[in-house]
């Protein structure tokens, strides 16, 4: 601590509590750690500033534990951080976090998530919430092969359609994409830039907007719309089969939120529980503890239980 003055040492240790548990406990981290903010203190100019403006440090410091967070490599954070300077002072800590929280939701390694955003901070100022993109004019996008198209149409077809950009990690979840889609992101992250605009334009399902239309002037339409939002938001498009699957589908959102997250911790595979909603949408409105019993019954191998096209453990049908 005999580098920085009182208050920076007070702000650093805010930052990073564990500084002061017992002295030599961490003396590795120590050396690492003091690497990394004397490296960004003084590249992005706050050595002389840092006593007026503890905000400021504060929140650099916090940048910084994002990514340790990350499990990025101690005492290589902040010389990375340094590579494009004017982009992470600007960048707001909520900011980060919210990149880090819908890259993570692409379930690749965390300290991945955390390398794509040190090297690539342009992708902080990203807009990946609000635009509504075209999921097929999305994997010609990413590069995905003409020819293979039509078999994703085939297999998948519940994703098609649009949906909002903030969705997409798992729409790719449920194509089994994900990893693929995020080593493309990696490899250049112009993709992301100019996916709203080049992505965008695709005539929306007409049986989709009637439901829509219906809905909305229809009884209930609060809980049918955050029902509807629930399928959106695992990767269901904007399309026909999605309006199908909830007009079966039983249970408020957070119901139906409840049962996918179980299935999911039980080890059912992501793109699978979404093609069991689809195929059966019966069989995912069940209560939650049925369908966990029902999995805890089931012995893969067994040769007793056969498994129907969906790909899902055929007992849940039953």
Request: aromatic letters at 10%; a negative charge.
């Amino acid at each position: 601590m005999l580098w920085f003055g009182n208050t920076p040492s007070v702000v650093v240790c805010l930052a990073f509590p564990y500084l002061l548990s017992k002295e030599g406990e961490f003396c590795g981290d120590f050396d690492a750690l003091f690497d990394d903010l004397k490296r960004v203190l003084v590249e992005f100019d706050m050595d002389n500033c840092v006593e007026g403006n503890v905000d400021a440090w504060y929140e650099v410091c916090c940048k910084v534990r994002v990514f340790y967070e990350l499990d990025c490599e101690k005492g290589k954070v902040g010389e990375v951080m340094c590579w494009k300077k004017e982009l992470f002072p600007e960048c707001p800590k909520e900011v980060l976090v919210q990149k880090v929280e819908y890259f993570s939701k692409l379930s690749v390694r965390k300290e991945d998530v955390g390398l794509l955003l040190l090297e690539n901070p342009e992708i902080l100022s990203l807009d990946l919430e609000t635009p509504m993109v075209s999921v097929f004019r999305l994997l010609k996008h990413f590069g995905m092969l003409k020819k293979d198209l039509p078999d994703v149409g085939e297999r998948y077809p519940h994703v098609l359609g649009r949906n909002r950009l903030a969705n997409v990690p798992y729409v790719m979840r449920a194509l089994d994409l994900n990893e693929c889609v995020f080593n493309k992101i990696k490899s250049s992250n112009n993709l992301l830039a100019t996916c709203a605009v080049s992505c965008l334009e695709e005539e929306m399902d007409k049986e989709f907007v009637d439901a829509l239309k219906r809905m909305e002037s229809g009884g209930y339409a609060s809980c049918r719309m955050s029902k509807l939002d629930f399928l959106k938001g695992i990767g269901f498009g904007e399309n026909a089969l999605t309006i199908k699957a909830l007009n079966k589908l039983h249970g408020t959102s957070h119901d139906l939120q409840t049962r996918f997250d179980c299935l999911l911790r039980l080890g059912m595979r992501y793109s699978k529980i979404c093609s069991l909603i689809r195929i059966e949408p019966n069989a995912f409105s069940q209560r939650t503890e049925v369908l966990e019993q029902k999995v805890n019954l089931f012995v893969p191998g067994s040769g007793i239980i056969f498994r129907p096209p969906g790909n899902f453990p055929a007992i849940l049908v039953f």
